[in-house]
């Protein structure tokens, strides 16, 4: 079974993404460069991704007191797609770039993350580097980025700290001014940083030239404290080995030591890292402290971060996803396959009969419709984010704009809900293969620890429930939700025209007032522990009508296709979400709506 004809349908007839080829930047490209594209990503995902996915789970890196050592086929992947020139994809022609619309960048990375996510398609490589190209100065996009792009160096984001993790304003690295004329190094104001980064993924490999941090830590203030809250943190490029103004390395090797690897339930091609900065191993000019150079202006860091970390929470949507898709198209594939039972007549079951297979069983098709529908609307979701994306950077100012914020509303979904209810298809992948799903002969089992992670990084399930509702449907006076709405408003219109879809557009409609009625009544006293005491609910109520209506707009532009399986299938898949997910959201609204504080307010020795 194939991913393209779903990938080309959303992507052509649902988002008609050719049509970008209409916009200057992308005058260059048609539906034939968009396809070259994908058929690439597709061929290096077959070759060099999926063949090691259960290698790089066995075969976890190790560190021999030197070195990092993953296995050969990581090198390999690594070195494939940077060849194919998709760590520049969207960049402009005159830096190597081919000007590929995110949109089809995304979808060509599907491929990767379907095949083996662990090993990596380059998303914090392209994300760091994206980042120095919006903030970063002439000389360090030239030295930093460019070389990023090109694969000779890869790039890590260093955020997180053993006792800051979700609460960033706690970051406690502390960056120095590197002595007199600290300012005036070409690369960057120069600083010392010492401190302790845990969970950065990437942080020590040999598969690069070079690794660049891209380090949050706070500059003392003049009597020599850490500003408190989020507004002292600064950003740093760390190189792991110094260069000079050429990219070319000196040969110092600088203040940055692997302190150790996480050993993780899943994910496992991907190294993990608490690295120590600053600590004296490898003093620069005969001094401990990590050298790095700041990006952008003091105490402005983390606005910078967020330039990379919202591409990356598109990333880790899809990642999960991908991974959700691996799942049900091997569930599937077993499916079809497994002889077992007897279907049950009026007159019971006869044992003469040759046993089914599995896939006619009525529980088992159920199964497979929910992951379906989870995988393939989240699909449709993330590339119409990415789309969303194109619009913000290539439409005319009004659309732009309102791009940008309906993105700013999205996100938060685009990264939970696959996290969620595509980790939950991977369980429901495990439970169609029966036992035979709970061993390591199969591959179900590690799509889900792989997809374990999508929940916890990035922001946790809860961080981005307390994001969407305390921020981004307040935000501009809530023109973020409106806009929203009137997607979904237009959506609803066109799909009440239709008699196979009238009944889902009135459901959606309802849902759509549900939402704003519980949105209204979480804030009706002002007070935020009432409001976001049940935050999560209200993003899985929000995330669903989300996914109700992306379906319902697929299966509108499913209808103007002839009638093929394919279709029958998303028809399908939109049926299902409308009869046995939508209604879930009453459940999840009322403890919103109600403000709820059943957790919130139980003592801890009650527990
Ligand atoms: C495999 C892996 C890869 C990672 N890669 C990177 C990376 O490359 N770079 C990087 O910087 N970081 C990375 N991280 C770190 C990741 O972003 C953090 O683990 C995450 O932000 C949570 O921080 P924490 O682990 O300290 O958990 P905590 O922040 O301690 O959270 C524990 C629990 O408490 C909840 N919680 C915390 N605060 C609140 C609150 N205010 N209100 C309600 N609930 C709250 C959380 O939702 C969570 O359920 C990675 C983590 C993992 C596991």
Redesign the pocket.
């Known amino acids: 079974m194939s991913l393209r004809p779903t990938v080309d349908f959303l992507l052509y007839d649902w988002l008609g993404a050719q049509t970008l080829s209409e916009r200057e930047r992308f005058a260059d490209h048609s539906r034939e460069t968009f396809d070259a594209v994908l058929d690439t990503c597709e061929r290096m995902a077959r070759e060099k991704y999926a063949p090691f996915n259960r290698l790089v789970d066995t075969q976890e890196p190790h560190f021999d007191g030197e070195q990092v050592i993953l296995p050969q086929a990581t090198k390999d992947a690594w070195d494939a797609y940077a060849q194919s020139g998709m760590l520049s994809a969207a960049q402009d022609h005159a830096i190597g770039g081919m000007q590929l619309p995110y949109t089809v960048e995304a979808a060509g990375n599907a491929f990767f993350a379907m095949a083996s996510v662990s090993i990596g398609a380059g998303m914090?490589t392209v994300g760091n580097a994206n980042l120095l190209m919006a903030h970063g100065s002439p000389l360090q996009r030239e030295v930093f980025a460019l070389n990023e792009f090109s694969g000779r160096f890869s790039g890590?984001?260093?955020?997180?700290?053993?006792?800051?993790?979700?609460?960033l304003s706690d970051v406690a690295t502390r960056a120095t001014p590197d002595g007199e004329g600290f300012e005036a190094d070409p690369l960057g104001p120069r600083y010392r940083l010492r401190g302790n980064?845990?969970?950065?993924?990437?942080?020590e490999h040999e598969l690069t030239e070079n690794i660049i941090h891209l380090v949050?830590a706070k500059i003392p203030g003049p009597d020599g404290k850490l500003p408190p809250g989020v507004k002292g943190i600064s950003l740093f490029i760390v190189p792991k080995k110094l260069v000079d103004t050429q990219g070319q390395l000196t040969g110092v090797r600088n203040d940055v030591t692997l302190a150790g690897l996480?050993h993780?339930c899943g994910?496992r091609g991907?190294t993990?890292t608490l690295l120590n900065f600053g600590e004296g191993r490898f003093p620069v000019e005969g001094r401990a402290g990590a050298v790095g150079y700041l990006v952008g202006e003091p105490g402005k860091g983390l606005g910078c971060m967020f330039h990379m970390m919202n591409e990356a929470r598109i990333g880790v949507g899809m990642a999960a996803t991908m991974l959700g898709m691996a799942g049900y198209h091997a569930s599937l594939d077993y499916a079809r396959n497994r002889p077992q039972g007897r279907p049950m007549g009026a007159a019971g079951k006869d044992p003469t009969q040759p046993q089914v297979r599995i896939i006619e069983h009525a529980d088992v098709k159920r199964m497979l419709l929910a992951q379906k529908a989870y995988c393939e609307g989240a699909l449709a979701l993330e590339l119409y984010c990415a789309r969303l994306v194109d619009e913000q950077h290539t439409a005319a100012p009004e659309a732009a704009d309102d791009a940008r914020l309906l993105l700013e509303v999205l996100t938060p979904i685009a990264k939970s809900w696959p996290s969620e209810w595509c980790l939950e298809a991977n369980s429901l992948a495990i439970q169609v293969h029966g036992g035979y799903g709970y061993t390591r002969d199969f591959p179900v089992e590690q799509y889900w620890r792989d997809n374990r992670?999508n929940m916890?990084?990035?922001?946790?399930?809860?961080?981005q429930a307390?994001d969407l509702l305390a921020r981004k449907v307040l935000m501009e006076n809530g023109k973020g939700l409106q806009l929203l709405a009137a997607r979904m408003q237009g959506t609803i219109e066109r799909a009440i025209q239709q008699p196979a879809l009238a009944l889902h557009a009135n459901a959606l409609a309802q849902a759509l007032q549900q939402v704003g009625a519980a949105t209204k009544a979480a804030w009706a006293t002002g007070q935020p522990t009432e409001a976001?005491a049940n935050?999560v609910p209200y993003m899985q109520a929000f995330g669903h009508t989300v996914l109700a209506w992306i379906w319902l707009d697929v299966s509108l532009a499913s209808l103007q296709a002839p009638a093929t399986a394919a279709q029958l299938g998303r028809l399908a898949a939109c049926r299902f979400f409308y009869h046995y997910e939508l209604p879930k959201i009453g459940a999840w609204l009322q403890v919103v709506s109600a403000r709820d504080m059943t957790c919130a307010e139980l003592p801890e020795e009650a527990f």
């Open positions: 914090l890590t984001m260093c955020l997180s700290e053993p006792q800051a993790g979700s609460s980064k845990m969970w950065i993924s990437a942080g949050l996480n993780k994910w991907t993990n992670l916890i990084h990035e922001g946790t399930h809860g961080i307390m976001l935050a």
